[in-house]
């Protein structure tokens, strides 16, 4: 899961070695923190958050695959 966040947000952003991605882990929710680079925030979100939604839906879909609940933060 770690690596798919890295991977989509490595290829939206200008500064691809600033994204790190955190996981914190609980019984049956992951939580992972998204943070890149202040100049790449907007390309990660997106307009009107679209992106950021879209990338919450596909990580949603993967922890349904595999029985967890997974929730994307994006930090400054």
């Given at each position: 899961?770690?690596?798919?966040?890295?991977?989509?947000?490595?290829?939206l952003?200008?500064?691809?070695?600033?994204?790190?991605?955190?996981?914190?882990?609980?019984?049956?929710?992951?939580?992972?923190?998204?943070r890149?680079?202040?100049?790449?925030?907007?390309?990660?979100?997106?307009?009107?958050?679209?992106?950021?939604?879209?990338?919450?839906?596909i990580?949603?879909?993967?922890?349904?695959?595999?029985?967890?609940?997974?929730?994307?933060?994006?930090?400054?």
């Open positions: 899961m770690r690596t798919l966040i890295e991977t989509m947000a490595k290829a952003v200008d500064k691809p070695e600033e994204v790190k991605v955190a996981e914190v882990e609980g019984e049956k929710t992951t939580v992972f923190e998204l890149v680079s202040q100049s790449d925030l907007g390309k990660v979100i997106g307009k009107q958050g679209k992106t950021a939604r879209a990338m919450r839906t990580l949603g879909a993967a922890g349904t695959k595999i029985g967890k609940r997974c929730v994307l933060e994006i930090l400054e």
